[in-house]
């Protein structure tokens, strides 16, 4: 695409590739027709960023002849090189490029006139810039020395017959070679012997050569182009075969007049020719009919030089001797349109503007076409990239091959994942806690590993505990000397009761054996005597609270022993009247309370350990923690997790409570707060808030979540894929995958992802690149491992609001010593005879353990209390009968005597009931009709009331059929 012009008559030559500035020289053409132009030398800059046509000159120097030809020397001595123009009448001006562009001295160095007819060809030699060859007519060829140009010399004795001599080139390989190119033949000359050693001459064809150019590599290869328009041809001649052209090709249609070869790109040639056209084709072509790369531009008139611009080769300059120098684009583009209007209208006032612009006619349509393939110096000759996965890729120039290598930078961190992947697989779970504690340095490190390897110990809490500084032998001995000792008989009215309801047996006639409970209390509340007293009378309180109590006025007795600040006698009182009113007084009485013990007391009786860890200060942290732990089952991890929260946000600016908040997440299983944390502990200690870990410490922290998420997975318990726990897995999965560690990644990723639907965008494609590389076919994990488990607790860990639902244990399988407690739920109804029929669920009730029963004694039902929890038997007859319910609950207790808890804070687990025997109410098995009560109920049970002699207390059994 043409890019700039010049309307003038010149011969042209461009800058030397190493001035950094580039520039066209044009020296008035000695061609021309017109004998009364003033001959000049000027300089233009191709301004690149004018969207315009024109040329900017930057220097102009009058000259008393005009130029044949015109070429600039690289740099050497003199900065911006030489400029060495032939003249018409066989003068060589030499100018300083230097002092043109000053503009105060006088450029004109030499003049030199020694050649007889007009200069036609110049060359520089390109290993010796001071060794400059010139050839005229009547053969004359000169070698001069700018260094002393006064002498001259010649490379041998002229040649017969006495012609033009078209052009001379110096061989780019070997720089004692000169060639000279005549319409007929081309001589080679080594000036080592000053004579010429072969000569080149095609008696087969009407050539008339005109243009001649070196190969620039092969020092035995030059290219010669005919002017002829009845042989347009362009020959590839090799002096080790001189007897013909070992290539031929007819790029133009008429004859050739000028050639250039680029220096950048050895497949690359630009030739000019009368017929009009610009052609850029590859001269290493094994096309036989040679390889038109770009018809470079079609004009109207002929062009009779084109070169190469040595800085920029994409830039191609022409002359014309019809007043014409245009410069091309070997890049193309789209041409804009010059408005001209704009720049004429100060010369013309008054001018009409065109309500349109005009339609340009011409009579030959101006064509540009792009290069078919990118010229090599374009393409990059050596290159280096990083690909997915740790690959580095690499090619150079001189070779076809493509290395692919794989780098790692990070060989400690390969390593200690490696090291982390065999112990996963090998399960030594406490083992590598234990190393890491060992080879942290820092005292948080250390107690942050301790934590982790605490959750894969048997009681994980009591490890906890022992950690924060409360371990439990210590802690009975020093508490121990406080507790007195009771009398071994002595029973207490709960455990009492829990006998005498645990010996309730059912007769075959489906009565109650009451001899045998009055037999039973007989036993359990003979005492030795004790002493007489008076029971209190009068206006005295005690007597008006010994009234209130015989009368059956507890909660006006209970007012009265808080009026009279009796607190023991009021609570005592209390505790006989229900629940209800035991918790009123015991909140009244710490409402008054005003100190700190009292805080801790409310918390033991209400049990909302979730407010007291909102209430205390966070500098209570460790005892709140220990509260925690000992006395919350439910709700621990959300206590836990509560804590760490109150450390991480009111203390956002203290690394040690940071550290604290750690541990409480540890304790909770947060492993996503568990990072967060982390990686603010990281900005706090750096004091920088956009601090990024470094390898080091993500491999630390990939461990630390690591054998969190093992240790979950014991217990259970899935891990919840979001926040900064997804971020740091792509972060981390990345850093691997960047090593190589391609597999570990996958694994890491799959193992802690929790499968494709609960992954961010980017870790599900960071998973997707990762199987491609390994080429593995991976499939979605579950979400929790259930090989060694006895029961899956599907419960998200991380998130303090979420509800948590729980599963129920499988019957019969025994527990797990990692899994959190299960809580009651629903249980199915059991299938009955009665179609349709359902069995309420049953209520809590939480008795003590009694002493195991002789085995002569009826079979016993099953509760929480007795340590039979086996699954129910194979056979389906029964010592009760036929009836299949020795096997089931018998007693059912009513909610208003269920304990909550037991009495060492543990929650109630109900064993569900087991299936009924193997033989179906109607199957063959049982011979006879089923018994059936009198009147059945609707659920199918029989409730009677039972006073027991004490009076204390009430209570409502259900049998169920």
């Given at each position: 695409m043409k890019i700039k012009e010049l309307q003038k008559t010149v011969n042209i030559a461009w800058s030397p590739a190493q001035q950094q500035q580039i520039l066209l020289a044009a020296g008035t053409a000695a061609q021309q027709f017109d004998s009364n132009v003033n001959s000049t030398l000027e300089l233009y800059s191709p301004n690149f960023s004018d969207a315009t046509y024109d040329l900017e000159l930057r220097a102009s120097v009058s000259s008393q002849y005009k130029f044949q030809k015109l070429i600039w020397s690289p740099v050497g001595p003199h900065p911006s090189g030489l400029i060495v123009g032939g003249c018409e009448a066989g003068q060589i001006n030499i100018y300083s490029a230097d002092k043109l562009l000053a503009g105060k001295e006088d450029p004109l160095l030499k003049r030199q006139d020694k050649h007889t007819g007009a200069v036609s060809g110049l060359d520089f030699n390109p290993f010796q810039n001071n060794l400059l060859a010139s050839c005229a007519s009547e053969s004359e060829i000169l070698i001069w020395d700018l260094n002393n140009p006064e002498t001259s010399m010649s490379p041998g004795a002229k040649t017969q017959p006495l012609e033009d001599v078209k052009n001379v080139a110096w061989n780019r390989q070997v720089q004692h070679i000169l060639a000279s190119v005549f319409s007929t033949r081309c001589v080679i000359w080594d000036l080592r012997k000053s004579q010429q050693i072969i000569k080149l001459s095609d008696s087969q064809s009407r050539v008339r050569w005109h243009a001649i150019e070196w190969h620039p590599e092969a020092a035995t290869q030059v290219w010669l182009a005919s002017e002829d328009d009845q042989a347009p041809v362009v020959q590839l001649w090799d002096l080790r075969y001189a007897t013909a052209p070992a290539k031929t090709y007819q790029i133009h249609e008429r004859g050739v007049l000028g050639m250039s070869w680029c220096l950048q790109d050895n497949d690359l040639m630009v030739s000019c020719g009368k017929d009009n056209r610009i052609y850029c084709w590859n001269p290493n072509t094994k096309i036989p009919e040679g390889e038109i790369l770009s018809e470079v531009a079609t004009t109207a008139s002929w062009y009779s030089d084109v070169q190469f611009c040595p800085r920029n080769p994409a830039l191609i300059a022409s002359a014309s001797l019809e007043g014409a120098v245009s410069i091309y684009s070997l890049h193309g583009g789209t041409h804009h349109l010059v408005q001209t209007a704009n720049k004429i209208a100060d010369s013309f006032p008054g001018m009409d503007q065109f309500s349109q612009e005009p339609i340009p006619q011409q009579a030959t349509q101006?064509?540009?076409?792009?290069?078919?393939?990118?010229?090599?110096?374009?393409?990059?000759?050596?290159?280096?990239?990083?690909?997915?996965?740790?690959?580095?890729?690499?090619?150079?120039?001189?070779?076809?091959?493509?290395?692919?290598?794989?780098?790692?930078?990070?060989?400690?961190?390969?390593?200690?994942?490696?090291?982390?992947?065999?112990?996963?697989?090998?399960?030594?779970?406490?083992?590598?806690?234990?190393?890491?504690?060992?080879?942290?340095?820092?005292?948080?490190?250390?107690?942050?590993?301790?934590?982790?390897?605490?959750?894969?110990?048997?009681?994980?809490?009591?490890?906890?505990?022992?950690?924060?500084?409360?371990?439990?032998?210590?802690?009975?001995?020093?508490?121990?000397?406080?507790?007195?000792?009771?009398?071994?008989?002595?029973?207490?009215?709960?455990?009492?009761?829990?006998?005498?309801?645990?010996?309730?047996?059912?007769?075959?006639?489906?009565?109650?054996?009451?001899?045998?409970?009055?037999?039973?209390?007989?036993?359990?509340?003979?005492?030795?005597?004790?002493?007489?007293?008076?029971?209190?009378?009068?206006?005295?309180?005690?007597?008006?609270?010994?009234?209130?109590?015989?009368?059956?006025?507890?909660?006006?007795?209970?007012?009265?022993?808080?009026?009279?600040?009796?607190?023991?006698?009021?609570?005592?009182?209390?505790?006989?009247?229900?629940?209800?009113?035991?918790?009123?007084?015991?909140?009244?009485?710490?409402?008054?309370?005003?100190?700190?013990?009292?805080?801790?007391?409310?918390?033991?009786?209400?049990?909302?350990?979730?407010?007291?860890?909102?209430?205390?200060?966070?500098?209570?942290?460790?005892?709140?923690?220990?509260?925690?732990?000992?006395?919350?089952?439910?709700?621990?991890?959300?206590?836990?997790?509560?804590?760490?929260?109150?450390?991480?946000?009111?203390?956002?600016?203290?690394?040690?409570?940071?550290?604290?908040?750690?541990?409480?997440?540890?304790?909770?299983?947060?492993?996503?707060?568990?990072?967060?944390?982390?990686?603010?502990?990281?900005?706090?200690?750096?004091?920088n808030p956009g601090y990024k870990p470094n390898t080091a410490e993500l491999q630390d922290l990939a461990e630390m979540v690591m054998l969190m998420c093992k240790s979950l997975e014991q217990q259970g318990i899935s891990v919840d894929l979001a926040g900064r726990f997804a971020g740091f897995l792509t972060e981390y999965g990345g850093l691997l995958a960047s090593q190589g560690a391609l597999t570990a990644a996958l694994q890491y990723i799959t193992t802690l992802g929790g499968g494709a639907a609960s992954e961010s965008d980017v870790l599900q494609s960071l998973r997707e690149r990762i199987n491609n590389a390994v080429n593995l076919d991976y499939s979605q994990p579950a979400a929790v491992a259930a090989a060694p488990l006895s029961y899956q607790q599907q419960r998200n860990r991380g998130s303090f609001s979420q509800p948590q639902p729980s599963v129920a244990m499988p019957y019969g399988q025994p527990p797990n010593q990692y899994a959190q407690p299960s809580w009651p739920t629903q249980v199915p109804p059991l299938q009955t005879a009665y179609p349709g029929a359902q069995l309420p669920p049953p209520q809590i009730f939480n008795p003590q353990p009694v002493k195991p029963e002789p085995l002569a004694q009826p079979p016993r039902p099953l509760s929480n209390a007795s340590s039979s929890g086996g699954p129910p038997q194979a056979g389906g007859a029964s010592s009760s009968g036929g009836s299949g319910l020795s096997g089931r609950s018998k007693y059912v207790l009513d909610p208003s005597v269920a304990a909550p808890t037991s009495s060492y804070g543990l929650p109630y687990n109900p064993v569900p009931a087991p299936v009924p025997s193997a033989v179906p109410f109607g199957s063959g098995g049982v011979s006879g009709p089923v018994p059936q009560p009198v009147s059945v109920p609707p659920n199918n049970s029989k409730e009677f009331v039972c006073e027991c002699d004490k009076g204390f207390i009430n209570f409502t059994a259900r049998i169920d059929y």
């Amino acid at each position: 695409m043409k890019i700039k012009e010049l309307q003038k008559t010149v011969n042209i030559a461009w800058s030397p590739a190493q001035q950094q500035q580039i520039l066209l020289a044009a020296g008035t053409a000695a061609q021309q027709f017109d004998s009364n132009v003033n001959s000049t030398l000027e300089l233009y800059s191709p301004n690149f960023s004018d969207a315009t046509y024109d040329l900017e000159l930057r220097a102009s120097v009058s000259s008393q002849y005009k130029f044949q030809k015109l070429i600039w020397s690289p740099v050497g001595p003199h900065p911006s090189g030489l400029i060495v123009g032939g003249c018409e009448a066989g003068q060589i001006n030499i100018y300083s490029a230097d002092k043109l562009l000053a503009g105060k001295e006088d450029p004109l160095l030499k003049r030199q006139d020694k050649h007889t007819g007009a200069v036609s060809g110049l060359d520089f030699n390109p290993f010796q810039n001071n060794l400059l060859a010139s050839c005229a007519s009547e053969s004359e060829i000169l070698i001069w020395d700018l260094n002393n140009p006064e002498t001259s010399m010649s490379p041998g004795a002229k040649t017969q017959p006495l012609e033009d001599v078209k052009n001379v080139a110096w061989n780019r390989q070997v720089q004692h070679i000169l060639a000279s190119v005549f319409s007929t033949r081309c001589v080679i000359w080594d000036l080592r012997k000053s004579q010429q050693i072969i000569k080149l001459s095609d008696s087969q064809s009407r050539v008339r050569w005109h243009a001649i150019e070196w190969h620039p590599e092969a020092a035995t290869q030059v290219w010669l182009a005919s002017e002829d328009d009845q042989a347009p041809v362009v020959q590839l001649w090799d002096l080790r075969y001189a007897t013909a052209p070992a290539k031929t090709y007819q790029i133009h249609e008429r004859g050739v007049l000028g050639m250039s070869w680029c220096l950048q790109d050895n497949d690359l040639m630009v030739s000019c020719g009368k017929d009009n056209r610009i052609y850029c084709w590859n001269p290493n072509t094994k096309i036989p009919e040679g390889e038109i790369l770009s018809e470079v531009a079609t004009t109207a008139s002929w062009y009779s030089d084109v070169q190469f611009c040595p800085r920029n080769p994409a830039l191609i300059a022409s002359a014309s001797l019809e007043g014409a120098v245009s410069i091309y684009s070997l890049h193309g583009g789209t041409h804009h349109l010059v408005q001209t209007a704009n720049k004429i209208a100060d010369s013309f006032p008054g001018m009409d503007q065109f309500s349109q612009e005009p339609i340009p006619q011409q009579a030959t349509q101006v064509v540009y076409h792009d290069l078919a393939h990118a010229p090599k110096w374009m393409k990059r000759p050596c290159g280096v990239a990083f690909g997915f996965g740790g690959k580095l890729v690499s090619f150079n120039g001189t070779s076809k091959t493509v290395k692919v290598q794989q780098l790692t930078t990070e060989s400690a961190l390969v390593e200690r994942a490696n090291a982390l992947e065999r112990s996963l697989v090998d399960a030594n779970y406490l083992d590598y806690c234990r190393q890491r504690a060992d080879e942290t340095p820092d005292q948080h490190g250390r107690y942050i590993w301790y934590f982790i390897k605490a959750n894969f110990e048997l009681n994980p809490k009591e490890e906890m505990l022992n950690l924060l500084g409360y371990n439990k032998d210590d802690i009975d001995s020093k508490f121990n000397k406080y507790i007195k000792e009771t009398d071994g008989n002595s029973h207490s009215d709960v455990d009492t009761l829990t006998t005498r309801i645990s010996t309730l047996t059912h007769t075959q006639d489906n009565k109650f054996d009451v001899n045998a409970i009055d037999s039973q209390n007989h036993n359990d509340f003979a005492a030795p005597p004790r002493p007489q007293f008076k029971i209190p009378s009068g206006d005295h309180s005690d007597s008006l609270i010994a009234e209130a109590i015989l009368t059956g006025n507890v909660d006006a007795a209970v007012e009265l022993c808080l009026e009279a600040q009796r607190i023991p006698e009021a609570l005592i009182i209390a505790s006989t009247a229900g629940i209800e009113t035991l918790t009123r007084t015991q909140t009244r009485y710490l409402l008054q309370q005003k100190n700190e013990l009292s805080q801790v007391i409310s918390a033991l009786v209400s049990r909302d350990w979730l407010d007291f860890v909102n209430r205390c200060t966070v500098d209570s942290w460790k005892e709140a923690l220990v509260a925690a732990l000992k006395h919350s089952e439910r709700k621990v991890v959300d206590i836990c997790e509560r804590l760490g929260d109150r450390l991480l946000s009111e203390c956002a600016s203290s690394a040690e409570f940071t550290r604290n908040a750690m541990l409480c997440y540890i304790c909770a299983g947060s492993i996503d707060k568990l990072v967060t944390a982390w990686y603010q502990l990281k900005r706090l200690e750096q004091q920088n808030p956009g601090y990024k870990p470094n390898t080091a410490e993500l491999q630390d922290l990939a461990e630390m979540v690591m054998l969190m998420c093992k240790s979950l997975e014991q217990q259970g318990i899935s891990v919840d894929l979001a926040g900064r726990f997804a971020g740091f897995l792509t972060e981390y999965g990345g850093l691997l995958a960047s090593q190589g560690a391609l597999t570990a990644a996958l694994q890491y990723i799959t193992t802690l992802g929790g499968g494709a639907a609960s992954e961010s965008d980017v870790l599900q494609s960071l998973r997707e690149r990762i199987n491609n590389a390994v080429n593995l076919d991976y499939s979605q994990p579950a979400a929790v491992a259930a090989a060694p488990l006895s029961y899956q607790q599907q419960r998200n860990r991380g998130s303090f609001s979420q509800p948590q639902p729980s599963v129920a244990m499988p019957y019969g399988q025994p527990p797990n010593q990692y899994a959190q407690p299960s809580w009651p739920t629903q249980v199915p109804p059991l299938q009955t005879a009665y179609p349709g029929a359902q069995l309420p669920p049953p209520q809590i009730f939480n008795p003590q353990p009694v002493k195991p029963e002789p085995l002569a004694q009826p079979p016993r039902p099953l509760s929480n209390a007795s340590s039979s929890g086996g699954p129910p038997q194979a056979g389906g007859a029964s010592s009760s009968g036929g009836s299949g319910l020795s096997g089931r609950s018998k007693y059912v207790l009513d909610p208003s005597v269920a304990a909550p808890t037991s009495s060492y804070g543990l929650p109630y687990n109900p064993v569900p009931a087991p299936v009924p025997s193997a033989v179906p109410f109607g199957s063959g098995g049982v011979s006879g009709p089923v018994p059936q009560p009198v009147s059945v109920p609707p659920n199918n049970s029989k409730e009677f009331v039972c006073e027991c002699d004490k009076g204390f207390i009430n209570f409502t059994a259900r049998i169920d059929y």
